[in-house]
């Protein structure tokens, strides 16, 4: 089994942010998967970053469908996205976690967009409660292939080589992975997806001295009783306003708790 963070990870300073007295509303979102087949979807989001009350918004992983490097901010679709971003990001205190899709997201990128980098994991305090932010695919333990893959990826030998190479090879490859990828949940029932693993999330949280997680990547929205005595789980809902079914959810603190919100199509 590939290396994970232990039973009782540490959470140093530079892991935990404190939300400054003057914010009074922060937003959580997480696994957009961005790409230019979804224009509902990306306008949606444009709408909603244009017009959300948040002094804050944290988005948890998997923005984008794929992130073979941050020369892909170029390109128009991608450019296009840039632009909003930043937008917000000059008005608001916008935070981006990388996820299991764009891990290659890196500095250059953020600062065009005026972001800050949100490490996984985070120790927030907000409003009197400490809560874990995660992406949420570290701790799917269950997905054993997948953690093997996913420390390969992560390893900066493995970035370095495969960010040497030209940016329509890098694009190629991501298509290949993506098509390989959906394949093999196409042949799983949903209910056979992996999730969080709770004895593990609960060592987190234990160590972490949180009371909430809050994540995304299993693109399962719940809200549930999780961890130690009395602590929750959030799990974000993933944005997908082009196809049926349609789905796209905020998750909302303020001083009277969280909630979710729908957006509408």
Same mark, same amino acid.
């Given at each position: 089994?590939?290396?994970?963070?232990?039973?009782?990870?540490?959470?140093?300073?530079?892991?935990?942010? %404190?939300? #400054?007295?003057? $914010?009074?509303?922060?937003?959580?979102?997480?696994?957009?998967?961005?790409?230019?087949? !979804? #224009?509902?979807?990306?306008?949606? !989001?444009?709408?909603?970053?244009?017009? &959300?009350?948040?002094? @804050?918004?944290?988005?948890?992983?998997?923005?984008?469908?794929?992130? /073979?490097?941050?020369?892909?901010?170029?390109?128009?679709?991608?450019? +296009?996205? /840039?632009?909003?971003?930043?937008? @917000?990001?000059?008005?608001?205190? *916008?935070?981006?976690?990388?996820?299991?899709?764009?891990?290659?997201?890196?500095?250059?990128?953020?600062?065009?967009?005026? @972001?800050?980098?949100?490490?996984?994991?985070?120790?927030?305090?907000?409003?009197?409660?400490?809560?874990?932010?995660?992406?949420?695919?570290?701790?799917?333990?269950?997905?054993?292939?997948?953690?093997?893959?996913?420390?390969?990826?992560?390893?900066?030998?493995?970035?370095?080589?495969?960010?040497?190479?030209?940016?329509?090879?890098?694009?190629?490859?991501?298509?290949?992975?993506?098509?390989?990828?959906?394949?093999?949940?196409?042949?799983?029932?949903?209910?056979?997806?992996?999730?969080?693993?709770?004895?593990? +999330? &609960?060592?987190?949280?234990?160590?972490?001295?949180?009371?909430?997680?809050?994540?995304? %990547?299993?693109?399962?929205?719940?809200?549930?009783?999780?961890?130690?005595?009395?602590?929750?789980?959030?799990?974000?809902?993933? $944005?997908?306003?082009? %196809?049926?079914?349609? =789905?796209?959810?905020?998750?909302?603190? &303020?001083?009277?708790?969280?909630? =979710?919100?729908? *957006?509408?199509?």
């Amino acid at each position: 089994m590939p290396d994970v963070k232990g039973a009782t990870p540490p959470f140093p300073p530079s892991d935990t942010l %404190h939300a #400054p007295p003057s $914010w009074r509303c922060i937003d959580f979102i997480s696994d957009l998967h961005l790409h230019e087949g !979804l #224009p509902r979807t990306t306008r949606a !989001l444009a709408s909603y970053l244009a017009s &959300t009350p948040a002094d @804050a918004v944290f988005m948890l992983g998997d923005v984008f469908e794929a992130w /073979v490097g941050d020369d892909m901010r170029g390109q128009p679709y991608e450019a +296009a996205c /840039v632009e909003f971003l930043a937008q @917000a990001g000059s008005r608001l205190h *916008l935070a981006i976690m990388v996820g299991n899709r764009d891990f290659l997201l890196g500095d250059a990128m953020l600062a065009a967009c005026n @972001a800050h980098k949100l490490h996984d994991p985070t120790v927030l305090h907000a409003f009197g409660q400490p809560m874990l932010l995660i992406h949420g695919d570290e701790l799917c333990l269950s997905d054993q292939a997948y953690l093997k893959f996913r420390a390969q990826v992560r390893h900066p030998q493995w970035q370095h080589a495969f960010l040497a190479h030209p940016l329509e090879a890098r694009l190629a490859q991501a298509r290949q992975m993506r098509e390989a990828s959906q394949m093999h949940q196409h042949a799983q029932a949903p209910e056979n997806w992996a999730d969080v693993d709770e004895a593990t +999330a &609960t060592q987190w949280m234990q160590a972490a001295g949180a009371t909430a997680l809050i994540h995304g %990547h299993t693109h399962r929205p719940c809200d549930q009783a999780f961890g130690p005595a009395g602590a929750m789980r959030h799990v974000l809902s993933d $944005w997908d306003l082009d %196809h049926g079914h349609a =789905r796209a959810e905020v998750l909302r603190l &303020t001083e009277n708790g969280l909630q =979710r919100l729908a *957006l509408n199509a």
